[in-house]
């Protein structure tokens, strides 16, 4: 296999097998942009990526320029040189940094018939949905801060978002944002298109993979987590004032951010499936957070003395005789939100990627999403807290105080729009569903900070100490 690519898969933000045993066992072509200029060819890749020689499999998308000649513009962009069978000796470059190769995905999307059908075994098939009409001209800029797939806009025009860790099956980010933009949402960037592959190499049978989702760009959108900090700094450079007197006071944002996602679990219960689940189904969900919390103390003994108090939590669970279920986000927090002009708008539809593509798309209790923005709230003034540092022992205490404050101020209102908007009743069942959904989500934070931030570790164990 080529070592190049290799290092190139092991480097990139994106892969998600940093610090296991894993191998790169094939890349195949399993498509070409169609008009690129001579001595360039555009080609989609898949690289399959095995761990630990087991069965665990992970597919990988490389969308890559190969040049003929060196490429001096997108030098930092350089994957290696290798063979290419039209080219001969060819310059092999990440293609989401290159203008000339986004050119060329932007306009096959352009030309796509918006209402043909499927693509035939091993072709690529660009959808576009009616009623925009794309910037040809614009040129693409690659997000710099891309995470776990590479976002690439089109002047303030659209916005490309690349999956890079692929798997057969419909992607929940297309599939809600298709059923949100159809049904009139005005909480989520409208989808423009998406690319299937019908794949036909995958385990011998065929199979549609989702490559990648045109959307609208949102060009007055701030990051709601940024906002967040923001409102908690001026919170803290006002040593007398409370959070309702200062400025940058964020509890109407919070109520607008709880209607949001009321409105957004409105219409995805009116468009997807709602179902009951009875009793068995409650009892194997509080088996799974029990289950999770035994894994989570492997790797975060200090989560032992807040064991009693989280079994306790997810035993509440059992007593309840059904939940009801529908789509849902699945991995909400605040920087899953932007607030526009318009409003706030909610992103990044793909669930929790650690979880199989299957699962993603299961309905799931709407509680999850609310627990989740509210751990954010939580997290905001811890995070300023601790990052603000230099400060005596009273200026820390009362720095905890109004954290506390801004935290409590915040999330009252957020849940409060939310139950409002959608006429839940605040009830036991509602209070049981989110407490076990709330120390869920802490437990799963004390792992991802231990194995990601470990400096941040302290914020949801300092939350676990106190209420959630
Ligand atoms: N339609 C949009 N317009 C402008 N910025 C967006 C839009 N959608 C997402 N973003 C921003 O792009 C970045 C990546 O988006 P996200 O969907 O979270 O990608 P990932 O799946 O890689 O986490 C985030 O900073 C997000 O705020
Ligand atoms: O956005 P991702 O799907 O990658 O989510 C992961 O990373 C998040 C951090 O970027 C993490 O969120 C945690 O930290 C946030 C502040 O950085 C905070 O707002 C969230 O409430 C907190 O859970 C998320 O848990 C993880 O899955």
Do not use: C
């Not at 001096?72 to 000796?89: K, S, T, V």
């Not at 990440?94 to 999307?109: G, I, N, P, Q, Y």
């Not at 400060?391 to 409002?420: C, G, H």
């Not at 869920?440 to 570790?457: Q, S, T």
């Amino acid at each position: 296999m080529n070592d190049e690519l290799r290092s190139y898969v092991a480097e990139a933000r994106w892969f998600g097998g940093k610090g296991r045993d894993w191998e790169l066992t094939s890349v195949r072509r399993v498509g070409e942009l169609p008009g690129a200029p001579d001595g360039l060819r555009v080609t989609i890749e898949l690289a399959e990526v095995v761990y630990g020689g087991d069965a665990d499999t992970e597919l990988y998308q490389l969308p890559l320029a190969y040049y003929q000649q060196p490429q001096d513009r997108i030098g930092h962009a350089l994957i290696g040189e290798w063979h290419d069978d039209e080219l001969g000796q060819a310059y092999v470059y990440d293609a989401v940094h290159d203008r000339e190769s986004m050119a060329l995905w932007l306009r096959a999307f352009a030309a796509a018939d918006p209402v043909a059908g499927g693509a035939g075994p091993g072709e690529l098939m660009f959808h576009r949905l009616p009623g925009h009409e794309f910037d040809l001209e614009a040129h693409s800029t690659l997000f710099s801060g891309e995470q776990s797939n590479s976002s690439v806009a089109f002047g303030e025009d659209s916005l490309m978002k690349v999956f890079r860790k692929v798997t057969p099956g419909v992607n929940p980010d297309v599939a809600i944002h298709q059923v949100l933009t159809e049904a009139g949402s005005t909480h989520v960037a409208a989808l423009y298109g998406w690319l299937d592959l019908v794949d036909d190499e995958a385990e011998g049978t065929y199979s549609t993979i989702q490559l990648a989702m045109l959307q609208q760009f949102l060009r007055t959108a701030s990051d709601g987590w940024d906002l967040a900090l923001a409102s908690v700094r001026n919170l803290f450079a006002e040593a007398d004032l409370h959070a309702d007197e200062v400025g940058g006071d964020f509890a109407g944002e919070a109520a607008r951010l709880g209607v949001a996602l009321a409105e957004v679990h409105d219409d995805l219960a009116e468009h997807f499936p709602l179902e009951q689940r009875d009793a068995a189904v409650v009892d194997d969900l509080a088996t799974a957070m029990e289950q999770r919390l035994t894994a989570a103390i492997d790797v975060v003994p200090d989560l032992a003395v807040h064991e009693a108090s989280l079994r306790a939590t997810y035993a509440a669970l059992r007593e309840l005789d059904h939940i009801d279920v529908q789509q849902v986000h699945g991995d909400l927090h605040l920087g899953q939100t932007l607030r526009t002009s318009k409003g706030w708008k909610i992103v990044d539809f793909e669930g929790e990627p650690a979880k199989p593509l299957a699962e993603r798309l299961k309905p799931d209790s709407a509680w999850r999403d609310v627990a989740g923005m509210m751990r954010s709230f939580d997290y905001a003034p811890r995070v300023v807290a601790l990052t603000s540092g230099g400060y005596d022992a009273e200026e820390s205490d009362q720095r905890a105080y109004r954290a506390a404050e801004w935290s409590a101020r915040n999330r009252t209102a957020f849940l409060d729009a939310y139950t409002n908007r959608r006429g839940v009743e605040a009830d036991r069942t509602a209070r049981v569903l989110l407490d076990a959904y709330l120390a869920d989500k802490v437990v799963y934070e004390a792992v991802y900070e231990a194995r990601n931030r470990p400096g941040w570790l302290s914020i949801p164990l300092a939350a676990l100490g106190e209420t959630r």
